[in-house]
Structures are given as structure tokens and as C-alpha cells.
């Protein structure tokens, strides 16, 4: 049975930090990329942060060089630094793995 169980949230100041983790069974957590989506009521659910396979890294704008997204794979375990935390962070946070491979979409001018 896959499983993710998101923990560490919590209610902080603006300026502080919090450390989210992603506790994953069921499947093998080392060969699927992994992200944190984040949705506040009455807005879109947002990417926040992905981590591809190969430990490849990518954030959205609004949390580039604040948020770092890292795995360990020995412990099956996501995890989501967040630091200079804004207001505007508040959010219900999920983490999601990528059971597909993709597929490539390109735009041309």
C-alpha cells in the first residue's frame, strides 16, 4: 500500500523557519521524482518544489532561494527546508510522487 505522510508544520513567525518531511512506504522512493504542492482556501494548488530521480531540483519563483527540497532516499523520507518564511506562505503543504515518465510539451513561437 503506497503511502505519504506529510509532517512538520506548524505556526511561525514571518522571517522563520520551518523543516516539512514526507514519510513515504509502499513503493520505491529512490526512482520516482517527488514535489510539495501547497493550497491555500479559495486558490489554485500550487507547485512548490520538485526533486527528479537523480536529486535534479526545481522551484517555483516565489520560493526560490528560500525553500530547499531534498530527499533521503535510506529513509524514505521528502523533505521541505523553509526559511525567510512570508506571510504569503501560509498554506495547507502536500508532498506527491511522479508515477509517470512524463511527456514533453513545447511550445514554438
Known amino acids: 500500500q503506497v503511502q505519504l505522510v506529510e509532517s512538520g508544520g506548524g505556526s511561525v513567525q514571518a522571517g522563520g523557519s520551518l523543516r516539512l518531511s514526507c514519510a513515504a512506504s509502499?513503493?520505491?522512493?529512490?526512482?520516482?521524482?517527488m514535489a510539495w504542492f501547497r493550497q491555500t482556501p479559495g486558490k489554485e494548488r500550487e507547485g512548490v518544489a520538485g526533486?527528479?530521480?537523480?536529486?535534479?531540483?526545481t522551484y517555483a519563483d516565489s520560493v526560490k532561494g528560500r525553500f530547499t527540497i531534498s530527499k533521503d532516499n535510506a529513509k524514505n523520507t521528502l523533505y521541505l527546508q523553509m526559511n525567510s518564511l512570508k506571510p504569503e506562505d501560509t498554506a495547507m503543504y502536500y508532498c506527491?510522487?511522479?508515477w509517470g515518465k512524463g511527456t514533453l510539451v513545447t511550445i514554438s513561437e
Open positions: 506527491a510522487a511522479c
Open positions: 509502499g513503493y520505491t522512493f529512490s526512482t520516482y521524482c
Open positions: 526533486i527528479d530521480g537523480d536529486g535534479t531540483t
